[in-house]
């Protein structure tokens, strides 16, 4: 919904014989998608893996506290930690994820964005890029992030705070995956 499909939704929904079978999924649940699915679903169930707002307990989560001046130099200095080969990490604009990922550049570490201002085969380059090993640090904004999955992924860094917890719950759910476990700062 956030991505403007809600029109696109309904359109084939309408198109859809009145007697049907549905089944939606989601990572979360916020209240644009309950009402949505109350709204087109007759009887709906539901079924939960976890409660709502949860992360998993393979997630190590961390916080680093510093003025927003100094977050850049603390960026790289957590990247200079070898061990972590791949990081998803979060910012809040399209153009701050440009900036933090030439930031990173500049500092010889091999960085792409990703973000609704990329033309599709951008976009697709920059995560085939990060899949194949080439790319150790994706720099996306929550859109663009959407169904995103990296298989082994261990690494997840939010550089902006989300604005909301769910934002924040689907963020650090790129990790942690499968039973296995993940890190995120």
């Given amino acids: 919904l956030d991505m403007g499909f809600i029109h696109d939704i309904r359109k084939i929904i309408a198109l859809l014989p009145p007697k049907r079978q549905s089944l939606f999924f989601s990572a979360t649940m916020p209240d644009k998608i309950v009402k949505l699915s109350q709204s087109i679903l007759h009887h709906p169930v539901k079924v939960e893996v976890a409660p709502q707002s949860s992360t998993a307990d393979t997630i190590q989560q961390k916080v680093y506290f510093t003025n927003k001046s100094d977050k850049k130099d603390l960026l790289v200095h957590i990247l200079r930690d070898e061990s972590i080969d791949q990081v998803l990490l979060f910012s809040r604009t399209k153009h701050g994820a440009d900036k933090i990922a030439r930031n990173l550049k500049k500092k010889n570490i091999a960085a792409a964005a990703i973000h ?4 599709q085969n951008q976009r697709i380059k920059a995560l085939d890029g990060f899949k194949a090993g080439k790319t150790r640090v994706l720099v996306a904004t929550d859109i663009a992030a959407r169904g995103i999955d990296i298989e082994k992924l261990s690494y997840v860094i ?7 917890a769910e934002a924040y719950i689907h963020r650090i759910g790129r990790t942690g995956r499968a039973g296995r476990r993940g890190d995120a700062v």
């Fill in 158 to 164: 939010n550089y902006d705070i989300p604005t909301d």
């Fill in 116 to 119: 609704g201002d990329k033309a």
